[in-house]
């Protein structure tokens, strides 16, 4: 069988592009822009969504025949919070600096409607193995749009990429300026619409 | 005087500056969601100043009482911190009071109760709900603070999305290019938005 005809494959493209989380499906966006301002936190921020995805759909597939119906969103929630906050106390284990700049954005991934969204879409009629694989895909499609708009706004807004300085300084000599708007909040908004706007017109075929 | 001076500052910030959606891009996925329809939009941004009025102050009390380092000092156990059961007591605060408010709200005032109905379950999910409790946790609020904050924030909230609502009528008769419909420029539009609402960061009291 060839690998792009497999089911693994087909699952994964199609969260990285076709439907998207956040450029199609318009899910998790709440998370999404706040971190953004430095390429590093949008990995971490990236990474963390993943594994919570990726293990919050594993286990729930796991149990989905455990599950009554009636209270499975109590169930679906307690699952996720207690993975959330498993991802937030390794980040402040072993990442503190990262995860004091993230603050409150970890704690959030609870209320993100990729997580529930896929759980409660895919985990619960699928089985484990490809739920687990649905939420790698679905984490990393997060995840290249977060640092997609990450690139553009710290390259645009302090000339550094991932804490290195890449603008050369004979550019800032010549009178070139670092992009202030980019840096305060209304920049996310503007970067990710037009982030939006290429994909669209690049996969439109 | 100087107390009553730090709260209007509080409430101002927490409106205009620091707009939980605009700057903190809490509360997205609804936002998207529902700004269509100007009466919607606004029932919904009502349904969301009451329940951040009622659950903020709740967590406070929830935190102080049982949650922070030492605060089971009145229960004789002044050593244990369960300051990692935030996330998920929160939450758990949060879905009880939208439930309680429900059925309140149904027994006593039925008008309000067929306008706010529909959107109230949305709320337990909104991320601006969970978002200003932990906020409300890491600056440090008092009680009266986090009255005032949460209730500001439920303001300035419901004024991004009825002024949101208006803007996407006009729109409706704009010619935008292609790639850029639906998604795209509603965040571009936001992001304009944004930046209006960052004028009134010059002002101090």
């Known amino acids: 069988m060839k690998l792009s005809r497999s089911k693994t494959y087909k699952a994964i493209s199609a969260a990285l592009w076709q439907s998207n989380p956040i450029s199609k499906q318009i899910l998790g966006i709440c998370s999404a822009l706040a971190v953004t301002v430095q ?15 990726a293990f919050s759909n594993l286990i729930i597939a796991l149990l989905r025949d455990l599950i009554p119906r009636n209270i499975r969103i109590i169930a679906e929630v307690a699952i996720i919070a207690t993975l959330v906050i498993l991802a937030d106390e390794l ?8 995860s004091k700049q993230l603050s409150v954005f970890v704690g959030l991934i609870i209320t993100n409607c990729i997580v529930m969204g896929r759980a409660e879409t895919y985990a619960m009629s699928h089985g484990p193995y490809d739920s687990f694989v649905d939420g790698i895909a679905n984490g990393v499609g997060y995840s290249s749009i977060l640092i997609g708009v990450a690139f553009v ?3 645009l807004g302090s000339g550094k990429l991932l804490g290195f300085q890449v603008v050369p300084d004979v550019f800032y000599s010549a009178g070139y300026e670092n992009m202030g708007l980019m840096v305060l909040a209304p920049g996310a908004f503007i970067a990710i619409g037009l982030f939006v706007w290429l994909e669209h017109t690049l996969l439109k075929d | 005087m100087e107390h ?5 500052s509080i409430l101002l910030n927490s409106v205009f500056v620091g707009n939980i959606l605009l700057a903190y891009f809490l509360g997205m996925c609804s936002f998207l969601a529902v700004s269509k329809n100007l009466r919607t939009a606004t029932g919904l941004g009502l349904a969301v100043t009451f329940v951040l009025t009622i659950t903020a102050p709740a967590n406070w009390l929830v935190y102080h009482l049982l949650l922070a380092p030492g605060a089971l000092a009145w229960a004789g156990l ?3 911190n ?13 879905a009880g009071m939208v439930q309680v408010v429900e059925l309140v709200i149904d027994r006593f005032s039925p008008a309000l109760y067929n306008n706010l109905g529909v959107f109230l379950p949305l709320i337990t999910v ?9 906020f409300m946790v890491e600056r440090e609020y008092t009680f009266t603070e986090t009255v005032v904050y949460g209730f500001g924030s439920g303001v300035g909230w419901m004024l991004a999305i009825v002024a949101m609502a208006t803007v ?4 409706r008769y704009a010619d935008v290019p292609e790639g850029l419909q639906g998604f795209g420029i509603n965040m571009i539009v936001t992001g304009l938005m944004a930046m209006a609402f960052m004028i009134f960061s010059g002002i101090v009291l």
């Open chain 2, 168 to 171: 996407l009528q006009k729109l």
């Open chain 1, 153 to 155: 706004r710290e390259l």
């Open chain 2, 4 to 8: 009553v001076e730090n709260l209007i």
């Open chain 2, 78 to 80: 002044p050593e244990v």
């Open chain 1, 91 to 98: 980040l402040k284990a072993f990442l503190f600096d990262i």
């Open chain 2, 82 to 94: 369960l300051n990692f059961l935030r996330l998920v007591l929160f939450i758990a605060v949060i």
């Open chain 1, 39 to 53: 390429l590093q936190t949008a990995i971490v921020m990236g990474l963390a969504l993943t594994l919570v995805v």
């Open chain 2, 126 to 134: 909104n991320c601006a709900i969970l978002g200003a409790s932990l």
